[in-house]
């Protein structure tokens, strides 16, 4: 059972928009700032889209966006298109021993 | 380009030992810390272990310490992940990941991942 909490699967259609939450405790998410989200495309390695709650990476589409509100975080996909079709993975620093958790990812379809 | 090339993965039985390593280039290697991060077949993504960028400082994950040794020869642009105690919980793909902190310690972001390389514990 991963730390923080994703929904197994989301869904949209071209063009949409999209929100994947994360959910976690006061001891992660709720804590601190210190939020990233990954996109994994089907073995592959993970890419980083957004750390620090919303702040994204050079050269990462602004068609993601990131927030959070309490413990829970979220990351908005716009303009839905086919290439987005991947896994998403978020992640937290932790006042835990392990210092960083996942979520168990959430699978987007593009329908 | 920045490249992370893992090896050293394979089938090996429980309570047995193997060694991964990490082959860098396309930075500066000593500059940075590294990951390794674990993917079970059909699951999440798992952190294992950390090393700083000098090899002084080392974290790891409750489920693994006191079985694992992360280890990096900045001489040769390599990261290692000495996996002692095998379980078969320890079965997943292995991913080495830079962070991006630099010099500056840790941040426990990962902004380059190797391709990773599959280790299974079964008898």
């Known amino acids: 059972q991963s730390a923080l909490t994703q929904p197994a699967s989301v869904s949209g259609s071209p063009g949409q928009s999209i929100t994947i939450s994360c959910t976690g405790t006061?001891?992660?998410?709720?804590?601190?700032?210190?939020v990233s989200w990954y996109q994994q495309h089907p073995g592959k390695a993970p890419k980083l889209l957004i750390y620090?709650?919303?702040s994204r990476p050079s050269g990462v589409s602004n068609r993601f966006s990131g927030s959070k509100s309490g413990s829970t975080a979220s990351l908005t996909i716009s303009g839905l298109q086919a290439e987005d079709e991947a896994d998403y993975h978020c992640?937290?620093?932790?006042?835990?021993?392990?210092?960083?958790?996942f979520g168990g990812g959430t699978r987007l379809t593009v329908l | 380009q920045v490249q992370l090339v893992e090896s050293g993965g394979g089938v090996v039985q429980p309570g047995r030992s193997l060694r991964l390593s990490c082959a860098a280039s396309?930075?500066?290697?000593?500059?940075?810390?590294l990951h390794w991060v674990r993917q079970a077949p059909g699951k999440g993504l798992d952190w294992v272990a950390v090393?700083?960028?000098?090899?002084?400082?080392?974290y790891y994950a409750d489920s693994v310490k006191g079985r694992f040794t992360i280890s990096r020869d900045n001489s040769k642009n390599t990261l290692y992940l000495q996996m002692n105690s095998l379980r078969a919980e320890d079965t997943a793909v292995y991913f080495c990941?830079?962070?991006?902190?630099?010099?500056?310690?840790?941040?426990?972001?990962?902004?380059?991942w190797g391709q990773g390389t599959l280790v299974t514990v079964s008898s």
């Open positions: 990941a830079r962070d991006t902190a630099g010099v500056r310690g840790v941040e426990y972001y990962f902004d380059y």
């Open positions: 396309g930075f500066t290697f000593s500059n940075y810390g």
């Open positions: 090393i700083w960028y000098g090899g002084t400082n080392k």
């Open positions: 006061s001891s992660d998410v709720g804590g601190y700032k210190y």
């Open positions: 620090d709650v919303s």
């Open positions: 992640s937290s620093y932790t006042t835990s021993s392990t210092h960083v958790v």
